[in-house]
């Protein structure tokens, strides 16, 4: 596999992010709501360099199954969120690919009463959406490949290496 993202290169820009988050909020309470599972060691490593109060929340939304490498119907899975009405929420998901997922968790999060909704993610492929969605904060626009490495995996495999590399199919 061909490394895209080095590991440094991540946490450097991982560190920027939550610089401008806290920021943004400066110093108001925030939920942040993650996307399983590939948001995992983004949201960890975003909240560890966050001085905020804050509240973690993850839900399950999930469009590539298997061995797929093409998105499919997307199935929300929202039991573990807590109650958001009148929250600052931040959304965070690992990639914007063709913005289906985030369009649709936007308005899931919005009806739910929330007092203010912003969405981070890592990373956004290049000329992939088919949805358009706006997003707060962003780390890397990369070309569009499949990608696999810090938390994004491949039929649920290589979520565990520290760099984000591009599949060879």
Wanted: hydrophobic share 45%; charged share 25%; net charge negative.
């Amino acid at each position: 596999m061909k490394i895209l993202l080095s590991a440094d290169d991540i946490q450097r820009r991982v560190a920027e992010m939550a610089r401008q988050i806290a920021d943004d909020y400066r110093g108001q309470p925030v939920t942040i709501v993650g996307v399983l599972t590939g948001c995992l060691m983004f949201l960890a490593d975003i909240v560890r360099h966050l001085d905020l109060p804050l509240r973690i929340a993850l839900l399950q939304a999930s469009s590539y199954r298997g061995e797929a490498t093409a998105p499919g119907e997307l199935r929300i899975q929202a039991e573990r969120l807590p109650d958001l009405r009148g929250r600052h929420v931040l959304l965070l998901d690992d990639i914007l690919d063709t913005g289906q997922t985030l369009a649709e968790l936007r308005v899931y999060l919005r009806n739910l009463g929330v007092a203010s909704l912003r969405v981070g993610v890592l990373l956004r492929k290049e000329g992939r959406q088919k949805t358009p969605v706006e997003v707060d904060y962003c780390g890397f626009d990369i070309p569009d490949a499949f990608v696999v490495g810090y938390g994004l995996d491949f039929n649920d495999e290589y979520r565990h290496l520290p760099y984000i590399a591009i599949l060879n199919r």
